[in-house]
Structure formats: structure tokens, C-alpha cells
């Protein structure tokens, strides 16, 4: 049996997730990272993208607006800003997180509003 690690998404509505996954693909601010078992302990921060689990019940997928992340060698814990099931993320889901930037800097808010395009894109939505 392949090694799991415990895989955990909460945003402040409510938990998403709390299984045992192989390895989870999570958007990093700096890029696309994937944790796996026996990982080296880190904390990252998250840009809008899609996170992605493969567990034993198969493989889930995850909408987040940003966040952190940390991982350890036994565990993955995200702690969303937003984030829904791919399943029930709509056009109006999007249309509210490309309306909130998040801040000031104007070089940091043309990344979120191209990073939430580039999401949109990738959903087809």
C-alpha cells in the first residue's frame, strides 16, 4: 500500500476535506507545488487555483482564493481565504473573488486578477 498523509482544507465557512491522501497538488504563490508523504516541512502562501488530492476514494479537486498552506511529512493543512468543491463553483463564485484583490499594491492586484482569469479559464466557466 502506498504511503498516505493526512490532507486537511478548512476556509472559515466550513471543512472541506479531512483525509488520508497520497500526494495533493496545491497552487502556490510562488507555483504549483505537490506534497507527498515524507515532504519537507514548509508553510507557503496560496494564490486563486485548484487544489487537487489523490486519496482512496479517488481524486479530489478543491477551488481556492488564496491562503497558506503547511506541509509536514505526515500531514498537508490548508487554510483557505475561500474555497468551494470543483463541483459547485459558479460564474458568480469567480465574478466575487475577481472583484477582491486583496490589496493596495497595484502589481499585486493585476497578479490576483490574472491569476482568478487564469483559473476561470482552466474551469471553463
Known amino acids: ?11 472559515p465557512e466550513r471543512r472541506l476535506a479531512s483525509f488520508a491522501a497520497s500526494e495533493v497538488l496545491v497552487p502556490g504563490s510562488e507555483g504549483d507545488m505537490t506534497a507527498m508523504p515524507e515532504h519537507m516541512p514548509l508553510i507557503t502562501t496560496l494564490r486563486p487555483g485548484i487544489v487537487r488530492a489523490k486519496g482512496g ?32 463553483v459558479t460564474a458568480g463564485f469567480l465574478d466575487a473573488l475577481a472583484e477582491e484583490s ?12 490574472a491569476d482568478v482569469a487564469a483559473l476561470r479559464s482552466e474551469l471553463g466557466i
Not at 1 to 11: I, Y
Not at 105 to 113: E, F, G, L, R
Request: glycine fraction near 8%; avoid cysteine.
Open 1 to 11: 500500500m502506498a504511503k498516505e498523509m493526512q490532507f486537511d482544507l478548512v476556509s
Open 57 to 88: 476514494d479517488g481524486d479530489q479537486e478543491y477551488v481556492v482564493s488564496g491562503g497558506f498552506a503547511e506541509i509536514t511529512a505526515t500531514t498537508l493543512s490548508v487554510l483557505a481565504e475561500r474555497a468551494l468543491p470543483r463541483a459547485e
Open 102 to 113: 486583496g490589496s493596495d499594491d497595484p502589481d499585486a492586484a493585476a497578479k490576483y486578477a
